[in-house]
T-cell receptor, first 108, second 113 residues
Framework: AQRVTQPEKLLSVFKGAPVELKCNYSYSGSPELFWYVQYSRQRLQLLLRHISRESIKGFTADLNKGETSFHLKKPFAQEEDSAMYYCALKDGNNRLAFGKGNQVVVIP | KAGVTQTPRYLIKTRGQQVTLSCSPISGHRSVSWYQQTPGQGLQFLFEYFSETQRNKGNFPGRFSGRQFSNSRSEMNVSTLELGDSALYLC????????????FGEGSRLTVL
């Protein structure tokens, strides 16, 4: 069975400081990983996926198969980055399994 | 384009009752997935429907069921409600089955007393 672990429930960072959200996964097959974000009073939405290798809103995430990680990073946090972030893994049965999420608070 | 719509948004039931939640996907989306969200367990996959057929199922008891109609709208039903069923039930739609990009609704908040 697959599992997604996000070890830190709450992360507080100052505006302009780097932010890194950790995501580790366990999966025997070839993983497909995603980061979802939920801003205050908004719906859960896709932020980025590892396949596209893109930067969205300044965020990037690199899949490290050796360390089974998919950490989300941004070099300079902005106040609008305050949100709940979820790492998700799609398994071989096409089910999307989510981690328990990280609450990010950016302090002005 | 209208987003995913879930009804009702809030409801209160008592133990032993049953509940039906409704989800209207984004126009053109044929896949609908359901998730249960609780503070302790986070987001847990319930099931996915595509073309009126259940394609995937999570690890929930048989009291949790669903269906999808020809217009892609979906309903989920929970029978014999238990206190532990109190949760936010999220519906998400996507263009195809098993897509990684899901479009979520605002959820139906169920409280079981």
């Amino acid at each position: 069975a697959q599992r997604v672990t996000q070890p830190e429930k709450l992360l507080s960072v100052f505006k302009g400081a780097p932010v890194e959200l950790k995501c580790n996964y366990s999966y025997s097959g070839s993983p497909e990983l995603f980061w979802y974000v939920q801003y205050s009073r908004q719906r859960l939405q896709l932020l980025l996926r590892h396949i596209s290798r893109e930067s969205i809103k300044g965020f990037t995430a690199d899949l490290n198969k050796g360390e089974t990680s998919f950490h989300l990073k941004k070099p300079f946090a902005q106040e609008e980055d305050s949100a709940m972030y979820y790492c998700a893994l799609k398994d071989g049965n096409n089910r999307l399994a989510f981690g328990k999420g990280n609450q990010v608070v950016v302090i002005p | 384009k209208a987003g995913v719509t879930q009804t009702p948004r809030y409801l209160i039931k008592t133990r032993g009752q049953q509940v039906t939640l409704s989800c209207s996907p984004i126009s053109g989306h044929r896949s609908v997935s359901w998730y249960q969200q609780t503070p302790g367990q986070g987001l847990q996959f319930l099931f996915e429907y595509f073309s009126e057929t259940q394609r995937n199922k999570g690890n929930f008891p048989g009291r949790f069921s669903g269906r999808q109609f020809s217009n892609s709208r979906s309903e989920m039903n929970v029978s014999t409600l238990e206190l532990g069923d109190s949760a936010l039930y999220l519906c998400a739609s996507s263009l195809q089955q098993g897509a990684g990009e899901l479009f979520f609704g605002e959820g139906s908040r169920l409280t079981v007393l």
